[in-house]
């Protein structure tokens, strides 16, 4: 059985796709590259939340999409846990009842304790009342991360982690990304437009325009030796 993800996706509006990836288990891959190139379709296809015209999503050897044999998992059924740019979080709700919400398919008695457990694994025990007004960026971001890692996901997808934080947040999320990459062995799939973010947290950077992949590879050789011209744009 194939472990990881394995994927090809042709689509043509309003986002224009027509990539193929590989993704092995415990491997960190960063899409990079202009707003509008598909960097955010293709975590949304993985997800189930777009339907391409034309593909195919593999993860763990279970069929997620075939478009030829007519399959297409509903997103509810798809093991992902996906972090909004927005982080999308109940505002009414607390950080401890935000990832209760993802536990439906636990008993009552045990939501609790596991989303206090997640909630603590991303270094937010002590805040588990709070709602996320009360929280800063960064923490309502981390919350986020507690949710989508309540779903045992196959896949973990993050829609643009870096862009809306300061920077000690950032130097801190890298070392959450790097304590979460040592203990699981998942692919991580995230989408930044900072080539610089992206080395520090992956393992393998592709490199994305109009809606294509331009050049892939791990993140010193390709700002080291870059081939394409967005690359050498990117690192310089």
């Known amino acids: 059985m194939a472990e990881g993800i394995t994927l090809r996706l042709r689509h043509d509006a309003p986002i224009k796709l027509d990539v193929q990836l590989t993704l092995a288990r415990g491997r960190t891959l960063a899409l990079v590259?202009?707003?509008?190139?598909?960097?955010?379709?293709?975590?949304?296809?993985?997800?189930?939340?777009?339907?391409?015209?034309?593909?195919?999503?593999?993860?763990?050897?279970?069929?997620?999409?075939?478009?030829?044999?007519?399959?297409?998992?509903r997103a509810r059924d798809r093991h992902v846990g996906f972090v909004f740019q927005s982080y999308a979080l109940f505002p009414h709700m607390s950080a401890r009842h935000n990832v209760m919400e993802a536990l439906l398919d636990l008993p009552p008695a045990q939501r609790q304790t596991r989303a206090d457990a997640l909630l603590a694994q991303v270094h937010l025990d002590g805040l588990e009342d709070r709602r996320p007004h009360q929280l800063s960026g960064g923490q309502q971001q981390r919350v986020a991360l507690a949710r989508a890692l309540a779903r045992d996901p196959q896949v973990l997808l993050l829609d643009e982690p870096f862009s809306a934080v300061d920077h000690p947040t950032r130097r801190a999320l890298h070392r959450l990304l790097a304590e979460l990459r040592a203990r699981t062995d998942i692919p991580i799939i995230l989408v930044s437009h900072d080539v610089r973010d992206a080395a520090d947290a992956a393992d393998e950077i592709a490199l994305m325009l109009d809606g294509r992949i331009v050049e892939q590879g791990a993140p010193q050789g390709l700002m080291d030796d870059p081939k394409s011209r967005l690359a050498r744009w990117l690192a310089g």
């Open 33 to 73: 590259g202009p707003s509008g190139t598909g960097k955010t379709s293709i975590l949304r296809a993985i997800a189930g939340l777009l339907a391409p015209r034309d593909g195919q999503i593999s993860v763990n050897g279970q069929s997620w999409l075939d478009t030829q044999a007519g399959i297409h998992l």
